[in-house]
Structures are given as structure tokens and as C-alpha cells.
């Protein structure tokens, strides 16, 4: 017997993976979620007028795991649901940063890489130029932070217009903080190995190897051929966990839901008592942990503290969502996927989507504020109320884009501890806790989006990636 602990997408994926490996026909498999809802964050609130996304809205179709995404969408059935949004679609070349109270296009082609585009003092390409004069710090650096990474390389406009921007929109999160290995992991090596992004570009642009194509799907080639940019699932992502909820419930896998796990007793390398909040108890072979990292803390602090410590140290961050709907029939904004804004504009909220831009089937104007993330305490501590935040909203969405009209309807939602920082040293972190684990033989695996990537794409792919290490 087998349980997974958390029903959002890495647990659902998890199912999906034993399934697809045939492992439940030898094991009895247990998914087991605290609330009454599958899918985790991923919350759509639909409509016959709009669809409100209230965690995540789009995926990216590109690399190993965009296209493994892919390739699972094909095999559940969803082919026929998904919106592409291609490379020439307004929502993929139009993204913006609001700074010193104007918005402002980020270059979308080549051209714009010759000329000054506020608010750059430059033109792009000089960046490029004091990457190659620049030379690589004193003695080997092991890790640093993405915005350090960025100034030292290309300058510091590049690091708070152009990066900074960009981390608070994937994690919501300080680049001061974050890793390089986060985004940058292969310039990073590159500029430790050969001195400079740009001489290891130069290097590795002959090494460069094609994707086996043979090993995609239909879906994921057409994702290719058609260059999409990201994509999104009709009427609400909410769609890919449901569909994986049936699937599982279809093949057995004993789903119960408002089961919160209070504690994990490892009694031997292959028996482990899984105790409810009831008091029940589950004796299973093996779990495969799909709750955050501090969630997880909490299950293991009494048999292993220094563990628990461990899984704790990886911080977490609050983001305020606000969706708004107009129902006006001329579109109250530019064509464009949003804007966001920069840490250094000092601003509590974090950046503005344009779903009636991005999302299918929407009568009207979307939008959907983001606020707060690593600086939602500064802004609201700890009791700020829902109206409160959209109040924020409200007036941001008014002086930034001048809509003076109230939404006919909103939604608000605090998401506590919502996303994790995989901040400096976070990988050198994730490899102690996995190296606990493995040489105690605990038989445990650790999924979801605390360990090997934040992203819809990484979730899926670490729950395939685990499945595979322990049965493949
Ligand atoms: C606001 C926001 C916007 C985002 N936008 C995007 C985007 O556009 N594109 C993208 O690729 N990614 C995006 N992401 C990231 C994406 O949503 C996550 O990567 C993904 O949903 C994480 O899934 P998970 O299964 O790891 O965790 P979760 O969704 O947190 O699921 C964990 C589950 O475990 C359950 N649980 C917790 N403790 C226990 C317990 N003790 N016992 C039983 N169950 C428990 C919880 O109730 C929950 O259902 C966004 C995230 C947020 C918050």
C-alpha cells in the first residue's frame, strides 16, 4: 500500500504516474487532502460571462517539462481544451513594467534590442557588451543571487527593470534573494567556467541538441510547429486537476477527502503509520509527500527534528489576488498580457494580468491584481482584511490604467504561504534533506512545487521524475 499525501497537482500527477507505470495493479494507492477541493491552488471560478483564475492561469509549452505537460494533457483527453497563445498573439509580445508612474512596453524584437526604450538609459545591446568586458568574480562562486548575477553581468538597469520584474511574477519574490540557479543555472556555469555569458554562448551554441521529437505527442508537436508561447485551458484551469481526480477515482485510487495527515510514524524501511486528524491511524509501504515543505515539518518534527528544521527553513510567501469584471463592451485596456512591477517602485501590488487577453470566452474586461508576495507583511501584516486589499487593487487599477468604474463583480482571496523562495542555497538545501532521508532509508519521496521548481510544469515533472526513481 501506498499513500500521497495532498491532492494538488503534484499529488494528482503522482496517481496519474503510478497508474501509468501499472504500479496499483501490486499496490493499493491512498490519496489523502486536508480540504474538501482537488487541484490545490489551482481555483477557477467560471462564469457564463467570465472565468476568475485564482491561482495559476497560464503554462508554458517549452523545454523537457513544458512538453511533458503536454504530452499527459494528450493521453487525459484534454487535447480539444486548450487555448494556444502563439508567438505573434498580443498577450505573448505585449508585457509591460510600470515605472516612475508611466507603462512601459519591454522590447519584443530584435530591432528594439538597437534602440533606448525607457525606462533603459540604453539600448539593449550594450548589455551584451558589459557582459563581455566584464570579468568573472575572484575564486569559484558556488551560488549567489539572480539579481547580483544580472548586474554584475549585463548592469543594473537590466537588474531591476528587466529580472526583477520577471522573479516577482514566477514567485513573487525579492531577486535579491532568490537563486541564479532558479532561472539562470546554465549562464551562471557559463559565466563561472568560461568567464562570461556570452564566450560560454559562443561555446555552447555547437553543442547545441535537438529535442527527441520522437517521444512527443501530437499536442506537444503542435505546440512546437506553431510556437506557441503559453497556453491555457478552456473554461479554467481548474480543468487539468479534475480531469486528474477522475482519472484516479477511475482506477481505483482511494480518494478521501477532509483527511488532514497530523503526523508521519516511520516504523521500519518499509512501513510507515499515517495518523489523521482524527486520530486514525494508515499503515502503509510508502509515501510520496505532495504537501509543502512546512506542512510536511510539521508531520516528521517529532521522530525527526533536525529534518523538520530543514524542510522548515524553506520560506514561503502571501500573495493577495484580486479579480475584477467589467462588463463594458469596448475593452477597457491595450491588448497585452499585463504589467508588473518592479521592486524597486516600492508598490503593494506585485503586477496586473489581463485575462479578457489571455483567457478564451471572457464578455468584457479581466483583471486579476497580484499583491503583496515577499512584501505582503510590509504592506498588510497579518490581519489586513479582503476589502482592504481590494481597495488596494482598486486604486492601482485606477491610476495605472485609468478605469474609474467600479467591477461589476470580484473576487478576493489571501494565499497564505502560497508560493516557496528558492532562495540562495536552496538546491544545496533540497540535496541534505533528500540525503536525510536516503541514508536513514525512510521510505518517503518529497513532490510538488517545495523542492524542484515552482511552475505548473515542474510539479508534474517531479512528480514523474520521483515515481520513476523509486519504481523504474
Ligand atoms: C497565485 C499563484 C499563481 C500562479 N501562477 C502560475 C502560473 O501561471 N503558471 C504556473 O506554471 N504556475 C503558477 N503557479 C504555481 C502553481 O500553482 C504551483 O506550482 C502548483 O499549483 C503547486 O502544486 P502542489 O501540488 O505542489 O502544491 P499545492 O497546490 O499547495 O497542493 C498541496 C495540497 O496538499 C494539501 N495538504 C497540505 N497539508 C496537508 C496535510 N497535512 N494532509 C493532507 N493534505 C494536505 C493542501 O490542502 C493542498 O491541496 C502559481 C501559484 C500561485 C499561488
Not at 528594439?112 to 538609459?121: K, V
Not at 477532509?258 to 518499509?270: A, C, L, M, Y
Not at 504589467?339 to 503586477?351: H, K, M, Q
Request: glycine residues 6%; hydrophobic residues 40%; aromatic residues 10%.
Amino acid at each position: 500500500m501506498a499513500a500521497i499525501l495532498g491532492a494538488g497537482l503534484g499529488g494528482l500527477s503522482t496517481g496519474y504516474y503510478l497508474l501509468k507505470h501499472n504500479i496499483s495493479s501490486s499496490l493499493k494507492l491512498f490519496l489523502l487532502e486536508a480540504t474538501n477541493n482537488c487541484g490545490g491552488w489551482i481555483k477557477s471560478l467560471k462564469t457564463k460571462d467570465y472565468v476568475f483564475e485564482q491561482g495559476p492561469r497560464t503554462i508554458r509549452p517549452k523545454g523537457i517539462n513544458g512538453l511533458n505537460t503536454l504530452n499527459m494533457i494528450q493521453d487525459l483527453g484534454l487535447s480539444e481544451h486548450i487555448f494556444p497563445i502563439r508567438h505573434d498573439h498580443p498577450a505573448a509580445k505585449n508585457r509591460m513594467i510600470f515605472v516612475k508612474n508611466h507603462l512601459h512596453m519591454l522590447p519584443n524584437n530584435v530591432y528594439d534590442i538597437f534602440r533606448t526604450n525607457e525606462p533603459f538609459s540604453k539600448p539593449l545591446i550594450n548589455a551584451i557588451f558589459h557582459d563581455l568586458k566584464q570579468q568573472k568574480p575572484h575564486g569559484d562562486l558556488h551560488d549567489d543571487s539572480i539579481y547580483n548575477f544580472v548586474e554584475r553581468r549585463f548592469g543594473k538597469e537590466i537588474a531591476d527593470y528587466a529580472i526583477s520584474p520577471m522573479i516577482c511574477g514566477i514567485c513573487a519574490g525579492d531577486a535579491k534573494e532568490i537563486s541564479v540557479k532558479f532561472l539562470m543555472r546554465t549562464l551562471f556555469e557559463w559565466e563561472q567556467t568560461y568567464g562570461g555569458v556570452i564566450k560560454g554562448l559562443m561555446r555552447s551554441i555547437f553543442k547545441a541538441k535537438q529535442s527527441d521529437v520522437s517521444q512527443l505527442t501530437e499536442l506537444a508537436k503542435k505546440a512546437q510547429e506553431e510556437k506557441w508561447n503559453v497556453y491555457t485551458i478552456k473554461g479554467g484551469l481548474e480543468t487539468l486537476p479534475i480531469t486528474l481526480r477522475d482519472f484516479l477515482a477511475e482506477n481505483s485510487v482511494d480518494i478521501q477527502m477532509n483527511t488532514r495527515v497530523k503526523e508521519i510514524e516511520f516504523v521500519d524501511s518499509s512501513l510507515v503509520n499515517l495518523v489523521n486528524q482524527n486520530g486514525e491511524s494508515l499503515k502503509v509501504n510508502h509515501v510520496y509527500s505532495t504537501v509543502p515543505a512546512y506542512s510536511l515539518a510539521d508531520l516528521v518534527e517529532k521522530q525527526h527534528p533536525e529534518l523538520a528544521k530543514n524542510l522548515r527553513s524553506i520560506p514561503f510567501v502571501t500573495v493577495g489576488v484580486v479579480n475584477l469584471y467589467f462588463p463594458s463592451s469596448t475593452s477597457l485596456i491595450q491588448p497585452a498580457f499585463g504589467f508588473l512591477v518592479p521592486p524597486i517602485e516600492n508598490s503593494p501590488i506585485l503586477g496586473v494580468v489581463f485575462d479578457s487577453c489571455c483567457i478564451p470566452d471572457q464578455k468584457g474586461t479581466v483583471l486579476t491584481v497580484m499583491l503583496g508576495g515577499r512584501w505582503y507583511n510590509r504592506w498588510f501584516g497579518d490581519g489586513a482584511t479582503k476589502d482592504a486589499l481590494l481597495d488596494v487593487a482598486l486604486q492601482h487599477v485606477s491610476s495605472i490604467l485609468h478605469i474609474k468604474e467600479r467591477p461589476a463583480s470580484y473576487n478576493v482571496n489571501i494565499l497564505k504561504n502560497c508560493i516557496p523562495q528558492y532562495v540562495v542555497g536552496h538546491y544545496d538545501k533540497v540535496e541534505k534533506i533528500r540525503k536525510y532521508i536516503q541514508d536513514l532509508n525512510l521510505p518517503i519521496s518529497l513532490i510538488g512545487c517545495s523542492y524542484d521548481g515552482v511552475g505548473i510544469n515542474d510539479v508534474i515533472y517531479s512528480a514523474k521524475t520521483q515515481v520513476e526513481h523509486e519504481y523504474v
